[in-house]
């Protein structure tokens, strides 16, 4: 079991960063593959970044070359790095995990977690 905190949310005007940290419980935290997602009101739940336990990032091409995921297993946590942000980047951001015996796993579906943060709002004005 592992519960997700997320924080670093916040409003920030277009072309500006905010970093997103996602604190996991637990003593396991190296045997889980970890996302974001972003839901903005009316819309379905979208992939913004995963990471493997090895450290590979994946992106969709919507956030690639702005967004930067990694995490630190020392500290139990995971970062969004969001830079160049856009109004369209406003939603709701939640963390995800998924325990994996694959070092090089990474989950792209909302589906595919079973651990979810409560999420944290950011708003990038125009």
């Known amino acids: 079991q592992v519960q997700l905190v997320e924080s670093g949310g916040g409003l920030v005007q277009a072309g500006g960063s905010l970093r997103l940290s996602c604190a996991a419980s637990?003593?396991?935290?190296?045997?889980?593959?970890m996302g974001w997602f972003r839901q903005a009101p009316g819309k379905e739940r979208e992939f913004v970044a995963a990471?493997?336990?090895?450290?590979?990032?994946y992106y969709p091409d919507s956030v690639k070359g702005r967004f930067t995921i990694s995490r630190d297993n020392a500290k139990n946590t995971v970062y969004l790095q969001m830079d160049s942000l856009k109004p369209e980047d406003t939603a709701v951001y939640l963390c995800?995990?998924?325990?994996?015996?694959?070092?090089?796993?990474?989950?792209?579906?909302?589906?595919?977690?079973?651990?979810w943060g409560q999420g944290t709002q950011v708003t990038v004005s125009s």
């Open positions: 990471i493997t336990r090895s450290g590979s990032p």
């Open positions: 995800a995990a998924v325990r994996s015996g694959s070092t090089v796993y990474a989950a792209i579906r909302p589906n595919e977690y079973n651990y």
């Open positions: 637990g003593r396991t935290f190296s045997s889980y593959a």
